[in-house]
């Protein structure tokens, strides 16, 4: 009986269960949660729809100039032309060979003969680089402060773009500042990673801002659609901004670094003596364009050193002209975006805004703002030792072992074993010679001893020691030195090329000769570079030519450290005669017996 009257008890106790939860149920919850935040959503949507239908902005695209001198980009231009084939079999050249590809031409400025520049022209000419022109070389005017020699330094640069009648504007110019800056890699791998870095940053350039319409040149022609904004010139990056400017668009909009955003471990961009910063400001140390747009920047360049507020020359003044171009695609950008889609990126944390935030300028209606202006972010290109000495070393490639644990040591998250990038291990042997070496009449006439370089069949890139960045796993084309000068003798005598630096040199200014270079040069190969021609020694920018012994004279232990005498004069190489392999005299007067 008992039983009996149990049992409605529990029967009702488990339906009364079955109600509270069917009334406290999570996904109801969780939709309603939803339903309320989706007419929240739709609420700001309208509310913004009707906010754009009544903003009237500018288009800031036309406001300001942003169309460059020509509309074909850096990276499409064909700089190594395809091997012709109406070479006659008896080893003689057409005469109606043409060399319509850009060439490269190297500009270091400097006003006089310090060692940091004899090992810039030293290095460039190993690697095979074209003569370099020294812009203001012996025009350091006595009296002048700094400043004056700061904007007669610029000057200098802009008038030779402007006015030299070998540079073209669809040339390619390269720019290194000559008192410290070591070239480790070919001018191919240069030019070849510049093109390939702006093709893929006006991809996302070209997603990030989109196109505008714009008339045709032709009359009665459609208009055109051209990509907005594009990137044409790359400085090299740096992990601090310009000292002095830190409230500076130049400081607070440029963008963010391509590295991963914890490169350099959990305290990346966050260590307080800015070691573990990424590179992402500019520096002005190197830089890599076509002519016209360099002559663009440093028109600009030059107009603001000369203003009164300006005492800290071409490194300040780029650094604003980068950051006021950020800040006027930034606020171009928004005022074409999607302001729901904004919102939601931002909620999402998926925005590529800009940050603009508490920035003031003043701009002028009409001004160029727009010069394409990037910077080489994981130091392809150009490395920059401030701040970075511990990022780099300079590791063989064929070692495995070192290499499978070098981003480990480095702390780097995620490391993997790092391989010699494909466009260093396909470049021909630097040590091996041309098989008329021997032969040659041409200064330097071949020397055993003086000539001596490595088995190429036992040295080869793979082994070699090559200035690694372990961040960015990249092998830089230039080292720019510029943080503790202590170290430049010793980084100078790491570089691959030291211990055979004399050999290496002979064989490039060797190389210059016979029909092999005139092939090349006229095929787009080695020599597209330039068509002055002539090799040891460099031109000025009021064209003159001297060799590098009248420049680096006094210099060679720094640039050798042989025991080997000067340049062109040295121990091992008399002017006596001196006769080939046949014993024919190929060089020197002959000897006469009585």
């Known amino acids: 009986m008992m039983a009996s009257e149990d049992a409605p008890l529990h029967f009702q106790d488990a339906k009364s269960t079955v109600l509270w939860q069917a009334s406290h149920r999570r996904s109801r919850t969780n939709r309603i949660k939803t339903v309320g935040l989706s007419v929240i959503a739709l609420f700001f949507f309208f509310l913004m729809l009707q906010s754009s239908s009544t903003r009237a902005e500018p288009n800031f695209w036309t406001k300001f100039p942003s169309r460059h001198p020509f509309p074909q980009r850096p990276e499409d231009a064909q700089v190594i032309l395809p091997p012709r084939t109406d070479i006659s079999v008896n080893g003689t050249l057409p005469h109606n060979l043409d060399k319509p590809n850009p060439r490269l031409h190297v500009l270091v400025p400097a006003s006089q003969d310090l060692r940091g520049v004899c090992r810039t022209l030293t290095s460039a000419m190993i690697l095979g680089y074209p003569p370099p022109t020294l812009v203001g070389y012996e025009h350091d005017s006595p009296g002048a402060t700094e400043t004056e020699r700061m904007v007669d330094r610029i000057t200098r640069v802009r008038n030779y773009l402007r006015d030299s009648k070998i540079v073209h504007d669809r040339d390619f110019v390269l720019m290194v500042d000559g008192t410290d800056s070591f070239f480790q890699l070919p001018p191919k791998v240069l030019v070849e990673r510049f093109q390939a870095i702006i093709r893929e940053n006006n991809r996302k350039l070209q997603k990030k801002f989109g196109f505008a319409e714009v008339e045709s040149e032709e009359a009665g022609a459609a208009p055109e659609?051209?990509?907005?904004?594009?990137?044409?010139?790359?400085?090299?990056?740096?992990?601090?901004?310009?000292?002095?400017?830190?409230?500076?668009?130049?400081?607070?909009?440029?963008?963010?670094?391509?590295?991963?955003?914890?490169?350099?471990?959990?305290?990346?961009?966050?260590?307080?003596?800015?070691?573990?910063?990424?590179?992402?400001?500019?520096?002005?140390?190197?830089?890599?364009?076509?002519?016209?747009?360099?002559?663009?920047?440093?028109?600009?360049?030059?107009?603001?050193?000369?203003?009164?507020?300006?005492?800290?020359?071409?490194?300040?003044?780029?650094?604003?002209?980068?950051?006021?171009?950020?800040?006027i695609r930034e606020i171009e950008r928004r005022r074409t975006a999607n302001d729901f889609k904004e919102l939601f990126y931002r909620m999402v944390g998926i925005s590529d805004a800009t940050n603009i935030s508490g920035i003031t300028l003043r701009l002028e209606t009409g001004h160029r703002y727009e010069y394409g202006i990037g910077v080489d972010f994981e130091s392809q290109l150009f490395f920059n030792q401030i701040l970075s000495h511990k990022d780099v070393e300079w590791v063989k490639f064929g070692n495995i072992t070192k290499m499978s644990a070098l981003q480990m040591q480095h702390g780097v998250p995620r490391e993997h074993r790092l391989l010699l990038p494909q466009d260093v291990a396909t470049l021909p042997n630097?040590?091996?010679?041309?098989?008329?070496?021997?032969?040659?009449?041409?200064?330097?006439?071949?020397?055993?001893?003086?000539?001596?370089?490595?088995?190429?069949?036992?040295?080869?890139w793979h082994n070699i020691?090559?200035?690694?960045?372990?961040?960015?796993?990249?092998?830089?084309?230039?080292?720019?030195?510029?943080?503790?000068?202590?170290?430049?003798?010793?980084?100078?005598?790491?570089?691959?090329?030291?211990?055979w630096g004399r050999a290496l040199l002979r064989k490039y200014v060797r190389g210059a000769h016979g029909f092999e270079a005139a092939q090349s040069s006229l095929l787009g190969g080695q020599d597209w570079l330039e068509v002055r021609g002539g090799r040891g020694g460099i031109w000025t920018d009021n064209e003159n030519w001297i060799t590098l012994a009248e420049v680096c004279n006094g210099q060679e232990r720094d640039l050798f450290d042989d025991n080997l005498g000067p340049w062109s004069k040295e121990n091992d190489d008399p002017d006596d005669p001196v006769y080939n392999q046949y014993g024919s005299l190929i060089a020197g007067k002959e000897e006469k017996y009585y």
């Not at 051209?226 to 790359?234: A, D, E, G, I, P």
């Not at 668009?249 to 305290?267: F, H, N, Q, R, T």
């Not at 300006?310 to 006021?324: E, F, H, I, P, W």
């Open 465 to 499: 020691s090559l200035m690694t960045n372990a961040h960015s796993a990249s092998v830089p084309v230039i080292a720019h030195v510029n943080g503790d000068h202590k170290l430049r003798n010793t980084w100078w005598e790491n570089m691959w090329f030291f211990p």
């Open 430 to 460: 630097p040590f091996t010679q041309s098989r008329f070496a021997r032969e040659s009449t041409q200064r330097p006439v071949w020397n055993a001893t003086l000539d001596k370089l490595p088995n190429p069949h036992e040295r080869t």
């Open 225 to 327: 659609m051209v990509q907005k904004y594009t990137q044409r010139v790359l400085f090299g990056a740096s992990k601090m901004c310009f000292p002095g400017l830190l409230d500076d668009p130049g400081c607070i909009s440029v963008p963010e670094s391509s590295l991963p955003p914890d490169a350099y471990g959990w305290k990346t961009d966050v260590y307080p003596d800015g070691t573990l910063n990424r590179p992402r400001w500019l520096n002005p140390g190197a830089v890599i364009g076509q002519a016209a747009d360099l002559r663009l920047i440093y028109d600009e360049v030059l107009r603001l050193v000369e203003l009164p507020t300006n005492k800290s020359g071409d490194y300040q003044a780029l650094t604003q002209m980068y950051g006021r171009q950020e800040v």
